[in-house]
């Protein structure tokens, strides 16, 4: 395996070969447009799957994932980030009704209207409220609870084998991937790491909260050696991407790009089809 992915939010119903066979074609169809057609072989791409670990356990007449509403968006830390994407959606697309200074208080009416607001942000195309609100309790998860983060950073680690040349990541997964990185950076070979649609620029909620932390200059740690690229991708109404450009929190060396993804801002399947995508992937490979 030369290419290893990470998912991100929102996938404890699938597992790896499912989200492999959507994630391969659209791979292949960037490399194609970047000129390096073939480059992604059968064998070369693997999946680094964690999204068992939100998923609640089986039991009589249980079903899928919990009904969640927007009273059940938790104080703290999901507030404050469903307060941020509210913000940003509405900065990006004027159809996105804006959070007034009275309504960014943090109480249940707020949630339900920050995710009425969002609703009608290219973000939240195809996404249930339910669906949204389980995606602010994933990352709340991965970052608070240690057992979480280990677990799903091992299941990254554990397929950074000496072969892996380029790691893609997205949304969540960029967070996952880039502390497992780190935890390998002196012994891993990977050199590109590409990722897409990633909160890893939001300071005080999730790159304040990095393992390792920043350094004393406040810069994230390099997660490779001196060979290691970073492109990351944004479309510019992903608000899981609040911070597209990395480098006032990562240094100048990582190269941001800004897409255009449709409808479906967040969505995996135009981030890999996009030729900027497919060039950072196939420069890891030369």
Request: proline share 6%.
């Amino acid at each position: 395996m030369r290419i290893l992915c990470v998912h991100g939010m929102a996938q404890q119903l699938r597992g790896e070969q499912d989200l492999l066979a959507e994630w391969l074609p659209a791979l292949r169809d960037g490399l194609t447009r970047a000129g390096a057609a073939g480059a992604a072989a059968d064998g070369d791409v693997g999946m680094a799957f964690y999204g068992d670990l939100f998923r609640p356990p089986g039991e009589l007449l249980a079903v899928g994932e919990p009904a969640y509403r927007a009273g059940d968006v938790a104080e703290g830390f999901e507030s404050e980030l469903l307060a941020a994407w509210w913000e940003a959606a509405a900065s990006a697309d004027p159809a996105v009704v804006p959070p007034g200074a009275d309504t960014l208080a943090r109480t249940p009416r707020t949630a339900q209207a920050a995710l009425r607001a969002l609703s009608a942000s290219p973000f939240m195309t195809g996404i249930a409220l339910r669906s949204m609100v389980g995606d602010l309790k994933q990352v709340r998860a991965y970052l608070l609870d240690p057992a979480t983060r280990l677990k799903a950073r091992r299941r990254v680690s554990d397929l950074l084998t000496e072969e892996v040349q380029v790691v893609v990541a997205h949304s969540l997964g960029s967070v996952v991937a880039y502390e497992a990185l780190c935890a390998s950076r002196h012994r891993h070979r990977v050199r590109a790491f590409v990722t897409v649609g990633s909160p890893l620029g939001i300071r005080s909620l999730i790159f304040d909260r990095l393992r390792p932390p920043p350094g004393t200059d406040g810069t994230g740690v390099w997660p490779g050696d001196d060979s290691l690229t970073w492109t990351n991708v944004a479309d510019a109404a992903d608000v899981v991407a609040l911070e597209k450009d990395l480098r006032p929190a990562f240094g100048p060396r990582v190269r941001n790009i800004r897409t255009h993804n449709g409808a479906r801002a967040h969505d995996i399947r135009p981030y890999l089809t996009e030729r900027c995508t497919g060039e950072a992937v196939a420069a890891g490979l030369e």
